[in-house]
């Protein structure tokens, strides 16, 4: 049974630049969310998808947007990469279960941007 | 923003003793969870206490919630070299299921 699997786990980008990350949530999972997390510090919530609709959104801005599929997969695409959107990029997945739902998380994509 | 400091940021101990570290959260919470995360790869759920609940065990690992004091500790009992990673407390809201992680405790276990 595969778990969350996330691609590509490397990426180098330039400043300006767009970017789409892809997320296969766990078999069974209907909730996708992502996560960025900046060296040294915890994950930070971006956006929650289920049912194709993004149900809740953290502090990101417009730039970052998202998508999920009807098999459950979702992509992140940020515009206009800055700087200081270098960072690992996390999906989780998980049952909707009002929050007590553990997440399953990825391996992540290493974003640099240059 | 973070909702939760995890204490200390960093703890080395020497393999067999116990590994104990703390978590203070800022608003009511639904639960809380731990979470293992090894050498920047993806984080693996440890354990979940609802707010109802005081302490809760898993294996080798002891979690407390106290939410009069918005605090949780996760012990750790009989620790192992692979036991090494980053250990983050995350929040979850009533009413929506994102987390609100921590800034994490890097446990280092000297063999």
């Known amino acids: 049974d595969a778990g969350v699997t996330q691609s590509p786990t490397h990426l180098i980008k330039t400043r300006g630049q767009q970017v789409t990350l892809r997320c296969s949530p766990k078999?069974?999972?209907?909730?996708v969310s992502w996560y960025q997390q900046a060296l040294g510090q915890g994950p930070q919530f971006i956006f929650q998808?289920?049912?194709?609709?993004?149900?809740q959104r953290g502090n990101f801005p417009d730039r970052f947007s998202g998508h999920q599929f009807p098999n459950y997969s979702s992509e992140l695409n940020v515009n206009a990469l800055l700087l200081g959107d270098s960072a690992l990029y996390l999906c989780?997945?998980?049952?909707?279960?009002?929050?007590?739902?553990?997440?399953?998380f990825g391996n992540g994509t290493r974003l640099t941007v240059t | 923003s973070q909702q939760g400091e995890e204490d200390p940021q960093a703890l080395s101990i020497q393999e067999g003793e116990n590994a104990t570290m703390n978590c203070s959260y800022k608003?009511?919470?639904?639960?809380l969870q731990w979470y293992r995360q090894n050498s920047g790869r993806g984080l693996v759920h440890l354990i979940l206490?609802?707010?109802?609940?005081r302490e809760k065990h898993s294996g080798r690992l002891r979690v407390t919630l106290d939410t009069s004091k918005k605090s949780s500790s996760l012990l750790i009992t009989a620790s192992r070299a692979a036991d090494t990673a980053s250990y983050f407390c995350?929040?979850?809201?009533?009413?929506?299921?994102?987390?609100?992680f921590g800034t994490g405790t890097r446990l280092t276990i000297i063999p």
């Open positions: 989780a997945s998980s049952l909707l279960q009002g929050g007590d739902s553990p997440l399953h």
């Open positions: 206490i609802r707010s109802n609940e």
């Open positions: 608003t009511s919470i639904n639960n």
């Open positions: 078999s069974g999972h209907d909730t």
């Open positions: 995350a929040t979850g809201d009533f009413g929506n299921e994102k987390l609100t």
């Open positions: 998808y289920y049912e194709e609709e993004e149900r």
